[in-house]
Structures are given as structure tokens and as C-alpha cells.
């Protein structure tokens, strides 16, 4: 079973790839690849269900090519995640909950 945390510290560490700007834009695909790299045995649905506990819980901003936000509806998941790419930014909480995971 994989753990939140383990997740939540791969796809932080692609956000932080650059720490002075704390973003990062892919397809799906390009973040379940990433995330691999850390946490090999993560599905798209893992990917999915991270990002919507990281969204929630105030550490990153979602955003697709159009500029809209995610909207944490359910309903909006299939579009919003699987069709072309999305970006994700660190917020101030974030940023903390990072430094946590990294020296923690």
C-alpha cells in the first residue's frame, strides 16, 4: 500500500524542481511518470487522489491550459486530469508541509 506521504513528497519534489518558482505543467502522464521515479508502484489513480488531497488541504494550486482552476468536484476530475495538461504550484503551506517531508 503505498503511503500519502510518499506521494505527496514525489510530486512536491517535481513542484519544487525549481524552489524559487515552485510550479510545475505536465499531462498526466508526465507526472505519473515522475512520480514513479519516487513511488514506482503509483497508478493514475493514486496521482489523482494525491493531487485532490494536496488541492484540498491548501499545499498547491491546480490549473489547466484554459486557466481554470480545479474545482475539487468530482465531476470535473476526467476532464480536469486526463485531457492535456495541468499545472501545479506551491502554496505558502506548501511550502512548509515540503521542508516537513524533506527534513522530516
Not at 524559487?20 to 489513480?45: C, H, K, M, N
Not at 494536496?54 to 494550486?61: A, G, T
Request: negative net charge; glycine residues 6%.
Amino acid at each position: 500500500m503505498i503511503k500519502d506521504e510518499d506521494l505527496d513528497h514525489a510530486i512536491l519534489r517535481i513542484v519544487f524542481h525549481r524552489p524559487s518558482e515552485p510550479t510545475y505543467q505536465g499531462s498526466s502522464g508526465d507526472w505519473l511518470r515522475l512520480v514513479q521515479r519516487d513511488v514506482p508502484e503509483a497508478d493514475f489513480i493514486d496521482l489523482k487522489l494525491a493531487f485532490t488531497r494536496l488541492r484540498n488541504n491548501r499545499k498547491v494550486h491546480l490549473i489547466n491550459d484554459d486557466g481554470i482552476p480545479y474545482s475539487g468536484n468530482e465531476a470535473d476530475d476526467e476532464r480536469f486530469f486526463y485531457t492535456g495538461r495541468f499545472t501545479a504550484s506551491a502554496t505558502d503551506e506548501g511550502r512548509s508541509y515540503w521542508n516537513r517531508l524533506r527534513h522530516g
